[in-house]
């Protein structure tokens, strides 16, 4: 069973361009996590909410997790090259991880 | 500090056999994590092991077992392989108990079916 899904699930975008990723579920969770994860890597974690409304920045990266706790946005500004790769959301209920269907991120030149 | 270390990195294997991987996480980390990725189903969770003991299980068949041993290091095995097995199969680690510590993921292992 899915519990998350994301969208969109392909993006190519230019280099400068701003993009929206979007993580939704009918579930609750105790927290929600974004990674990145690179071709023959493992994910990498890039930041963790844990408060409904939270909105956390990373230099270009802005996370959101909504008020229900139920979904999130990660909203990239001016994205480059070294963006490209597959986001994943994980949320986290008991002590359970769920995660997203992923959204794969090409940013051209 | 050395990251999470999986290996082996690539395995083919025959429909019907069992196969072994196997995790070292990070030092002084005691939780380990599986988690079997597909293009069709994204990333999944196995199961966790803390302290030796395997704390949470996902929904996958009995045929997926783990353990783990006193130096925290893990290994997964799968029986009677099935053609949908072939996945990369990602191993996490973290301090404590995973829902309440970052995981950091190893590199993982890419099992193929034929």
């Known amino acids: 069973t899915q519990l998350l899904e994301q969208s969109p699930q392909f993006l190519s975008i230019q280099e400068g361009e701003n993009l929206t990723v979007y993580c939704n579920s009918s579930?609750?969770?105790?927290?929600l996590q974004w990674y990145r994860q690179e071709p023959g890597e493992g994910p990498v974690l890039l930041v963790t909410?844990?408060?409904?409304?939270e909105v956390k920045k990373l230099k270009r990266l802005t996370f959101q997790f909504g008020d229900a706790r139920k979904d999130s946005s990660l909203h990239i500004t001016a994205a480059q090259t070294g963006d490209t790769g597959l986001y994943l959301c994980?949320?986290?209920?008991?002590?359970?991880?769920?995660f997203g269907t992923g959204t794969s991120l090409t940013v051209i030149p | 500090k050395a990251g999470v270390t999986q290996t082996p990195r690539y395995l083919i294997k025959t429909r019907g056999q069992q196969v072994t991987l196997s995790c070292s996480p990070i030092?002084?980390?005691?939780?380990v994590s599986w988690y079997q990725q597909t293009p069709g189903q994204g990333l999944q969770f196995l199961f966790e092991?803390?302290?030796?003991?395997?704390?949470n299980k996902g929904n996958f068949p009995g045929r997926f077992s783990g353990r783990q041993f006193s130096n925290s290091r893990s290994e997964m095995n799968v029986s009677t392989l099935e053609l949908g097995d072939s996945a990369l199969y990602l191993c996490?680690?973290?301090?404590?108990?995973?829902?309440?510590?970052?995981?950091?993921f190893g590199p993982g292992t890419r099992l193929t079916v034929l």
């Open positions: 996490a680690s973290s301090l404590g108990r995973t829902a309440a510590n970052e995981q950091f």
């Open positions: 579930s609750v969770f105790s927290s």
């Open positions: 909410v844990v408060t409904g409304g």
């Open positions: 994980a949320g986290v209920t008991g002590n359970q991880f769920y």
């Open positions: 030092s002084g980390h005691r939780s």
């Open positions: 092991y803390f302290s030796e003991t395997q704390r």
